[in-house]
């Protein structure tokens, strides 16, 4: 009796030791933040910024740009794009195999009916059974809940990357029609260049005909007119080219879809840039990284539990008979406590390394996912910079520009006045105008480059402000 108490307390005593050993790592790691963006100095926004959870709905934030066609826009490719019906699907299986995991561990029950032949030597008989079996497994050492939450982090996960496809499909389709958009500016330039060129050559080769200039003149005023519609062919192909990727990202085929050319209005919205430790609670990409982190936790968790013993309660009761028309009869009934092959309690001595190598595998994947998250947000904060910075010079770039468009304008002026009067030649016109051509195009460029970014730090950001949505996630309706 005494060697059983004995055997009994080490036994207790093992299981102790081995729940102590199946602590997890953290859940969360910390990173080195810094107290503000290098950039954000001169780019105070005029809202104030919300501290909503990455789940929070981020509302119509491209309403702050006040263009109904791009609100129509975003609006139809949130409804129609296959890229977020994929991820969407992703979302929903993640959610499945969250419920499998959890099934897991709950009570299970099931009813069974049918004969068994069964003979020897002797003869062979036939008995007919008709049972409920019930079994449930005692989650000693935490492998179920452990599993069951490593799951739903992972669906949470999934959840929070349609977030970050969502976003990053809103601002897609943003940044393709401010860049279409500019294009069209462009083209508008070019047209009107054009209609000049157009209107030098004929002033050219009517001073020709009358002998008052050479042919050379009329060569040089066809050549600029040739670069120009050449020039304008490029960016009509540039603008075809973005027009047709609009329309992927609205589900269509490119020929179902064509944006109406109209020049881009310049984008003076201030997006207010918070603080760098909001990033981590806003940005969907940083959030999923975050759950796949705690996920592996919880992984390594399972891992662990699976070296120690498991607990399986089970039981079946119901009626058994040789005979069909005697099986349900009362002096048939059968009932039976604990598995019919198998033990009750399992503890693994020998596995060939397998709980080793699993519990290995799970301690590695969980540093890569550490280093993910720390790169996750690395990238986060580099993507606000980038865009602080892309705005800071882009503002000051397209003031200079503005004067360098007026500065040529006039002196454009001036060549072409000067040439009609016979002070100076032609060149000097030709000069002038490239000059102006190109100042105006640079401007447009800029312009366009400054909405593009706009919308780049909001995406960068993790999305828009405390406005609430107009109309409810399309995640929060699939739930």
Same mark, same amino acid.
């Given at each position: ?12 005593? +093992? ?25 954000? !100095? ?43 019906? #994929?991820? #969407?699907?992703? %979302? ?18 099931? +009813? ?11 003869? @062979? ?27 739903? =982090? ?49 002033? %050219? ?10 042919? =050379? ?17 490029? %960016?009509?192909?540039?603008? !075809? ?5 609009? !329309? ?49 936790? @919880? ?5 662990? +539990? ?53 519990? @290995? ?46 500065? +040529? ?42 909405? %593009? ?27």
């Amino acid at each position: 009796m005494k060697l059983f108490n004995l055997k009994l307390s080490t036994l207790v005593a +093992a299981l102790v030791l081995a729940g102590c050993s199946t602590t997890k790592p953290p859940e969360q790691v910390a990173v080195d933040l810094p107290g503000q963006y290098r950039e954000a !100095a001169t780019l105070d926004g005029k809202w104030k910024l919300a501290q909503p959870a990455d789940a929070a709905d981020r509302g119509v934030w491209w309403s702050v740009f006040g263009d109904a066609e791009l609100s129509k826009l975003i609006t139809e490719a949130t409804q129609s794009s296959p890229t977020l019906v #994929m991820a #969407m699907a992703r %979302v929903k299986e993640a959610r499945a195999t969250a419920g499998l995991a959890d099934a897991d561990r709950a009570f299970q029950l099931g +009813a069974g009916f049918g004969p068994t032949r069964q003979g020897d030597a002797s003869g @062979a008989s036939t008995q007919w059974r008709a049972q409920l079996s019930a079994s449930y497994e005692v989650d000693l050492f935490g492998r179920l809940s452990d599993s069951s939450r490593a799951a739903r =982090l992972d669906a949470e996960g999934q959840e929070a990357a349609y977030r970050s496809v969502l976003l990053a499909l809103q601002a897609d389709v943003a940044q393709q029609y401010f860049a279409i958009r500019s294009l069209d500016s462009e083209l508008d330039v070019l047209q009107q260049t054009i209609k000049l060129r157009q209107e030098n050559l004929r002033l %050219v080769q009517h001073r020709y005909d009358a002998g008052d200039t050479s042919e =050379l003149d009329v060569a040089q005023a066809n050549t600029e007119l040739s670069v120009t519609q050449a020039e304008q062919e490029g %960016v009509s192909r540039n603008r !075809a080219q973005r027009d047709h990727a609009l !329309a992927i990202l609205l589900g269509k085929a490119p020929a179902q879809f064509t944006l109406a050319a109209e020049p881009l209005q310049p984008v003076t919205v201030s997006v207010p840039p918070g603080l760098p430790s909001d990033l981590l609670e806003r940005r969907p990409d940083i959030a999923q990284a975050q759950r796949q982190l705690a996920a592996a936790s @919880a992984r390594i968790g399972v891992a662990k +539990a699976a070296f120690f013993p498991s607990l399986v309660l089970t039981a079946s009761g119901g009626f058994a008979s040789d005979s069909l028309h005697n099986l349900f009869k009362w002096s048939s009934r059968s009932w039976l406590l604990g598995p019919l092959v198998g033990t009750v309690l399992n503890l693994p001595l020998l596995d060939g390394g397998r709980n080793k190598a699993n519990l @290995a595998r799970a301690d590695a994947n969980y540093e890569s996912v550490v280093a993910n998250y720390r790169q996750q947000v690395l990238v986060g904060f580099q993507d606000v910079e980038d865009n602080l910075s892309a705005l800071r010079t882009l503002d000051n770039q397209i003031r200079f520009q503005e004067d360098a468009v007026k500065s +040529a304008q006039l002196a454009a002026r001036l060549a072409d006045s000067r040439y009609r009067n016979g002070s100076t030649s032609y060149f000097e016109v030709i000069d002038a105008q490239r000059s102006s051509l190109s100042a105006q195009r640079a401007k447009s460029q800029s312009v366009g480059q400054r909405a %593009v970014a706009s919308v780049g730090l909001i995406r960068a950001l993790g999305g828009g402000w405390e406005q609430p949505a107009a109309n409810s996630s399309a995640l929060a309706l699939a739930k």
